[in-house]
Nanobody
Framework: EVQLVESGGGLVQAGGSLRLSCATSGFTFDDYAIGWFRQAPGKEREGVSCIFVTDGTTYYADSVKGRFTISSDNAKNTVYLQMNSLKPEDTAVYYC???????????????????WGQGTQVTVSS
């Protein structure tokens, strides 16, 4: 059974940092693309970042480039999202996602991912 378990969310002041973790199990970690989406109240889900574990290629939304960093620990089957210089507009529920056959040009499309975690809340106060 595939499982994606997020942790690390919380409340932080603007300018602060958080690190989200996505612990995975039930599939061959190296074969997958693993990413993060977020959804704020009243807004659509937004692709934040993605890593293709096979070769380490990473992708970022323009809104987080230079502030967020995605990485993977293959020994722990875990993906991290380091979030620095947080802004109030980063407030959302953050979801970990995974897919084995994701095309790179599709990384922003939520419908292309087969597996989703339960989400973790990130709140940035001004």
């Amino acid at each position: 059974e595939v499982q994606l378990v997020e942790s690390g969310g919380g409340l932080v002041q603007a300018g602060g940092s958080l690190r989200l973790s996505c612990a995975t199990s039930g599939f061959t970690f190296d074969d997958y693309a693993i990413g993060w989406f977020r959804q704020a109240p009243g807004k659509e889900r937004e692709g934040v970042s993605c890593i293709f574990v096979t070769d380490g290629t990473t992708y970022y939304a323009d809104s987080v480039k230079g502030r967020f960093t995605i990485s993977s620990d293959n020994a722990k089957n875990t993906v991290y999202l380091q979030m620095n210089s947080l802004k109030p507009e980063d407030t959302a529920v953050y979801y970990c996602v995974a897919d084995r056959f994701l095309l790179r040009r599709h990384w922003r499309l939520p419908t292309k991912y087969d597996y989703w975690g339960q989400g973790t809340q990130v709140t940035v106060s001004s």
